[in-house]
DNA sequence: TAAATGTTGTTATCATAATAACAACAAGTG
DNA sequence: CACTTGTTGTTATTATGATAACAACATTTA
């Protein structure tokens, strides 16, 4: 029995993606396999989705009561499933519910909470891995109004940080210091190259180190550093002093050479 | 340490919520806390939420993986949670894209499927409890075509449905048999009033029984009955003895009296 | 300064509940 | 009878929840 064309093999996958709306691994599969056989019994769907049959029965009864089968009163019983993207939309809607009725009440718990003013600004934030850092320094020089500057080395993220950058409104003065650059220049950016500050042989240590350092409105500072294989780590803060700090880095690179 | 205003006690609750977005009871509670006390150290976040001390920090680590938190690298180390609106948004967010990638592959599974035609329309289909059969219900009338046939004792729904008849297209032919119509009368809609059909004393057995016929473009025939103890029960199927029975059923009591 | 005390962050261990998997059986069906 | 269905109970297995213990520091106190 090594073929039978398997819809089963993706079927672990799709199964994945249910879970999150609120599935057990045999509900999703269960409801799979119903879909390629409307109206099955029992014993066939635990055939084709290889949930023990005596499973079957009360993960169908969920199933009805989640509104996703509907039962026939026949001897057997036979199942039939919604249609897809009817079930799935009713789901959605339910999380969706959810999630508006949470964050009212947790909105509410934010502003009205005497949250304790512990002088946010004076702290250094930190942040771990690639897909983190990425989305979050994206976030916050989307909310940049008036000036950003940048040192940047990091392949990687290149891309998507011209992009970004390209998106932003006019009135932000941008300033960056890199390594390269190719992408169209709109005159509220300006770009000085400078080679790579290889402090002589980079292998010595780690391989492919990259960083770079963002200031945002003169009051916000990121700085993100790593190599390939320790990971990347990013600071951020609102802190004068770190911000003063990486100000005359800025200045002093701008300046070098 | 009977008062203190317990934000803690409708925590409980908002965890729920929050579940459904995939977070478990102690990151929920977690962050909940932490929106009471932005930048608070681990211990204080243990003090507000109830969570273990010991148990904070794996959690901290899971909410900084999920992007609700960032971490201070001071010592001892300070958390901040992510703004509420932005946190469900993005949270929302991903349950969204693993519906849409969802409903993409199983409606391909669902239409490749070489669906055993199982001639669906000789089965009869059961549904248990009210909502559901409710929700079924509208939906069914909803896609009507052409006509409909209603014989109604059901107080319960008599608005909705009302509301719902009302709504339908205009070439849709809708007749009525119930005990007592109070809405605007368009032209498509013919109601007739009958009393109830009181079988004698109703008490004999159980009380407060309830039910509808319903006829949809004489294809789909679906059958609610219930009463208040027992529960509601709705068949419906698109089998033609089904229809037959019950479409005589109608005009049985259409002539009646 | 030395000892005592308290705090933080980390790890290991245990408990519990949800889910998954299996075995056995009675009732129904042909 | 042989077979299938539907049901029940029992046992893994996992994820989560909960507790205990500890090393590293920092703070206090004598």
């Known amino acids: 029995m090594y073929s039978m064309a398997e819809p089963g093999a993706q079927a672990g996958a799709i199964a994945e993606l249910l879970k999150s709306l609120g599935l057990t691994k045999y509900e999703a ?3 799979i396999a ?4 409307s109206g099955a019994t029992a014993t066939e769907i635990h055939e084709l989705s290889g ?16 509104q996703l089968v ?6 057997p019983k036979r199942f039939n499933p919604k249609r897809p993207d009817e079930a799935i939309e009713s789901l959605l809607q339910s999380v969706e519910n959810d999630a508006t009725r949470a964050k009212k009440v947790l909105n509410r718990i934010y502003s009205l909470s005497s949250r304790i003013e512990r002088e946010d600004q004076e702290l250094i934030w930190s942040i771990h891995g690639d897909e983190h850092i990425r989305a979050r320094l994206l976030e916050l020089l989307q909310g940049a109004e008036e000036s950003i500057l940048i040192i940047f080395y990091w392949d990687h993220l290149k891309a998507e940080l011209i992009e970004k950058l390209l998106s932003l409104k006019k009135g932000v003065r941008v300033e960056i ?7 169209p220049l709109p005159d509220h950016i300006n770009v000085v190259i400078k080679a790579p500050p290889k402090e002589t042989p980079r292998e010595t240590g780690q391989k492919w180190l990259a960083g770079g350092v963002f200031i945002i409105d003169k009051k916000m500072a990121i700085v993100v550093m790593g190599s390939k294989d320790e990971g990347f780590t990013a600071l951020y803060s609102e802190s004068v002093g770190f911000i003063r700090f990486f100000t005359m880095y800025w200045n002093f690179f701008s300046n070098w050479e």
Do not use: C, H, M
Request: aromatic share 8%; proline share 6%.
């Open 70 to 75: 509907s039962v026939s009163n026949t001897s």
């Open 34 to 37: 119903l879909l390629q056989a």
């Open 29 to 31: 599969l269960v409801y």
């Open 51 to 66: 949930v023990p049959r005596a499973s079957v029965y009360p993960v169908l009864e969920r199933l009805s009561q989640k």
């Open 177 to 183: 210091i890199t390594d390269g650059w190719t992408a």
